[in-house]
């Protein structure tokens, strides 16, 4: 089983920088979408960011939109979530997810349309 692993969470100040990376377990698996979902205390998971790796359309949640950038290197199997402009309402634990086939556009913000998933990683934007 494939498994996804997060990094780069860290407690950050208001207006400050992060960048959180995602690893496949297995050089091998070969995604055609991923994305980053984020969860705050009681609340449900939420999108953030999705990019389609078969035609490299991204999609962002509104909020985040100038904000953050969804990006991925191949050589190292591994995406990226970019964040600037961080403030308190970014803190969450951050999950990685990806899917091996195609999402609808429709259903790129649903977490049940991603089969793989990384236990994520905390980001904390506080003073």
């Known amino acids: 089983q494939v498994q996804l692993v997060e990094s780069g969470g860290e407690l950050v100040q208001p207006g400050g920088s992060l960048r959180l990376s995602c690893v496949a377990s297995?050089?091998?698996?070969?995604?055609?979408?991923m994305g980053w979902f984020r969860q705050a205390p009681g609340k449900e998971r939420e999108f953030v960011a999705a990019l389609r790796l078969y035609d490299g359309n991204r999609y962002y949640k509104e909020s985040v939109k100038g904000r953050f950038t969804i990006s991925r290197e191949n050589a190292k199997n591994t995406m990226y979530l970019q964040m600037h402009s961080l403030n308190p309402e970014d803190t969450a634990v951050y999950y990685c997810a990806a899917n091996r086939n195609r999402i609808i556009t429709s259903a790129l913000r649903r977490p049940e349309s991603y089969g793989y998933w990384g236990s994520g990683t905390q980001v904390t934007v506080s003073s």
């Open positions: 297995e050089d091998t698996f070969t995604a055609n979408t």
